[in-house]
Nanobody, 130 residues
Framework: EVQLVESGGGLVQAGGSLRLSCAVT????????IGWFRRVPGKEREAISC???????????YYADAVKGRFTISGDNARNTVYLQMNSLKPEDTGVYYC????????????????????WGQGTQVTVSS
């Protein structure tokens, strides 16, 4: 059974940083995509970033324009964990952050399509105060 568990959310002041973690279990595919999404109050769920591979050794990363240059996605294969380092946080980054996974590689044209992802975590709250 595939499970994704997010952690690392919390309350931070504007300009601060947080690192979210997504621990993945029941996972054994070289070709895969792990994505981060968020649901901001009053808005639809939006894609933030993803990391994708077709062979388990070469990885491609994608970012939404709203977070490009501030957020960095990375993975630790030994720990089956994907991280989202969030710097220069803004109040508009407040929301529930979810990680999601699928056993197909994503590309520039579909990484942000949430229908691509089969497995989802429960989410972690991020609150950025002004």
């Amino acid at each position: 059974e595939v499970q994704l568990v997010e952690s690392g959310g919390g309350l931070v002041q504007a300009g601060g940083s947080l690192r979210l973690s997504c621990a993945v279990t029941g996972f054994a595919h070289d070709d895969h995509t792990i994505g981060w999404f968020r649901r901001v109050p009053g808005k639809e769920r939006e894609a933030i970033s993803c990391i994708s591979s077709t062979d388990g050794s070469t990885y491609y990363t994608y970012y939404a324009d709203a977070v490009k240059g501030r957020f960095t996605i990375s993975g630790d294969n030994a720990r089956n964990t994907v991280y989202l380092q969030m710097n220069s946080l803004k109040p508009e980054d407040t929301g529930v952050y979810y990680c999601a996974a699928d056993w197909t590689p994503a590309g520039d044209d579909d990484w942000d399509d949430d229908s691509l992802y089969e497995y989802w975590g429960q989410g972690t709250q991020v609150t950025v105060s002004s």
